[in-house]
């Protein structure tokens, strides 16, 4: 199979391990890198062994597909120089700024015939990886990502910089039309929210509550999923998942591919065992596997696992919660 020539654009904390995980992959040839800091591009080309380009047109000239990784603010323009020369693009979160421009580099990555790939790497995470195959129909989820503050990625909201990983995860896997919207968040210290929760409600009914927080004592990344006879608990930080289900009382451990009997609630025809199941997590580096299969995606001609257009969705949601919060006298259906 032959390699795809490859460029980093943006090789800030992020961008770093792209370039040193590009050049571990199989399917990618990593031409080289840049990155307006020519210094800190030189530092990473050095360790990488590749080469550091001047300027961005002198990088996609050599190659035919891309990292983008720089601030949010600049996808925008740097996808579409990166398209004039009919560059593959992979897109870091959020996919751009506004949705205008998600929904223009779409068309355009379209019309050329390009992929568009963006870079939600929460689906790469081990503990989503355990469960990919498992049967979801959540009625109820909640999600808790917290952090302890840190400047870098202050540069948009908490909504765009944490709560939009768990947005991306819960369209993905409840699959039913977002009805409505309920948000509040505050700027704590930075110029934009720094905490915020939301409560998503979907036309199958399904309720979903999230909490992002960049001013935390600790970190957390937790997503809890209730549905039928199953309680589902997903530790992203910890990279493991974990499943309580109820099941007819004639079966044994191993029977149903489940660990633990845990206990036994009801009587008669009611009764059922409560069952612990903890899923077999794969040994993945989350980036270097969405790498790949951006790497596959080209060679192969086929979807990728997170379209430009599940990113605009993302997108999307992240963008109605924020209006809410910056504007909300004009959702309030009280006035």
Do not use: W
């Not at 990155?35 to 002198?58: G, P, Y």
């Not at 999923?225 to 451990?253: M, W």
């Amino acid at each position: 199979m032959r390699k795809i020539n490859y460029g980093i654009i943006g090789v800030g904390h992020l961008g770093n391990f792209h370039a040193q995980l590009a050049k571990k992959i199989d399917q990618i040839n990593l031409v080289g890198v840049y990155d307006i800091d020519l210094k800190k591009a030189q530092e990473v080309a050095d360790t990488c062994q590749t080469k550091v380009f001047s300027s961005l047109e002198e990088l996609l000239t050599q190659v035919e597909a891309v990292s983008i990784v720089v601030p949010t603010i600049h996808h925008y323009q740097t996808a579409l120089k990166a398209l004039e020369y009919n560059c593959h693009l992979f897109i870091e979160k959020p996919i751009t700024s506004t949705i205008d421009q998600a929904r223009e580099l779409i068309s355009l990555s379209q019309k050329k015939k390009r992929k568009l790939q963006v870079g939600h790497i929460e689906r790469f995470n081990p503990a989503i990886l355990a469960i990919k195959d498992y049967p979801l129909q959540p009625m109820f989820i909640e999600s808790h990502r917290l952090s302890q503050f840190n400047p870098r990625g202050t540069d948009v909201s908490v909504i765009l910089d944490l709560m939009i990983h768990d947005i991306d995860i819960i369209l993905h896997i409840v699959k039913s039309p977002l009805t409505s919207i309920d948000a509040c968040g505050v700027a704590v210290v930075s110029d934009s929210e720094d905490i915020a929760n939301v409560r998503l409600k979907f036309a199958n009914g399904c309720v979903a509550n999230l909490t992002s927080s960049r001013i935390s004592v600790k970190a957390m990344r937790k997503m809890r999923i209730f549905q039928k006879n199953h309680y589902i608990s997903i530790d992203f930080l910890k990279k493991k998942s974990e499943i309580f289900k109820l099941e007819d009382c004639d079966l044994k451990p191993g029977e149903a591919g489940f660990s633990m009997l845990v206990d036994t609630i009801g009587v008669g025809e009611k009764k059922k065992n409560i069952i612990y199941q903890q899923p077999k997590v794969p040994e993945v580096n989350s980036l270097q596997a969405e790498l790949e299969e951006f790497a596959r995606t080209i060679l192969l001609d086929k979807e990728p696992p997170v379209t430009g257009e599940q990113g605009l969705q993302a997108l999307e949601v992240a963008t109605t919660i924020l209006h809410q919060i910056q504007h909300p006298k004009k959702f309030n259906a009280f006035n």
